[in-house]
């Protein structure tokens, strides 16, 4: 890793401004082995996706996206056009991989890897299977929250490097879940309605097709917004949560499977709260 794959992850770092061409595309970006910079020519068609940009200072916002199992490149796409609507903010896309899971990101290796971000939001997706993971590159992911920075951190992030036994990032996201139940509509109810990411939420919303995280533990400092009942074991869990025992505030999901869910004007709508609450506007 290193330093081949950090020209590599260097190479695939797609700012925002070509990023956007990808929404006219998601679904070719769902595949296996998809490239994104392949498919991000130029930024014509982003400027064709544009909406008005809405006023006030910039915010400078990271996605860590990559691994397995989900359409990054299409969520990100989506992601940055809900935000957009309420925020100006500067995209940069950092797509960590394709589609292997046991992949250890070479991002993390660099200490500084957060610097000139206002945000970060992590969808990544990296399960290692074997242990390889030294303490200090664990704990250079927690070094941004730990700096101040806020953080989002959507479903399979809470699964990335869960086979490790010590802590470092799941201190950073609020919660600790190594599996989930089978692919179900969640039945999300809300159980902060006065805080301001869930404002407008419905009480009760049945998400497309998506997957309830078993949480194992959750750490002080989380406070739990919204829950929801895995049918495989009739345990309620939290779903929606913020955090903030580091220094800086994080959001957490743990929904967010499917294209499906992301495409839900209330998971938009969540998503777009959860991120004003982090960046504090
Ligand atoms: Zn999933």
Known sequence: MLRKEARRFAARAVHASFLAI???SASAFGQEGAQPRERAQGPAGAQAQRVQVPPGPR???AVVAGGCCHDYPGQTATLMHAVEKVLPVDWTFLYIGGTNGQHVPALYDDPNWFK?????VHNECYTPGDTLISQRYLQNIGLATRAGIPAMVIHCAMHTFRAE???EWREVQGVKSVRHGPATRVPMK?????????????????SPVDEIYILDRVYPGTV???TAVEPSN??????VWTHQAQGARVFGTSIGHSNATWADPVYQQLLTQGFKWAVGR
């Open 22 to 24: 990808l929404l006219c």
């Open 59 to 61: 915010i400078r916002a």
């Open 116 to 120: 000139g971000y206002d945000i970060i």
């Open 165 to 167: 036994p010590t802590d």
């Open 190 to 206: 809300v159980a902060a309605p006065k805080h301001p990411i869930m404002q407008g939420i419905p009480a009760e919303w049945l």
């Open 224 to 226: 739990t917004l919204a």
């Open 234 to 239: 009739s345990t309620e869990y939290a779903v």
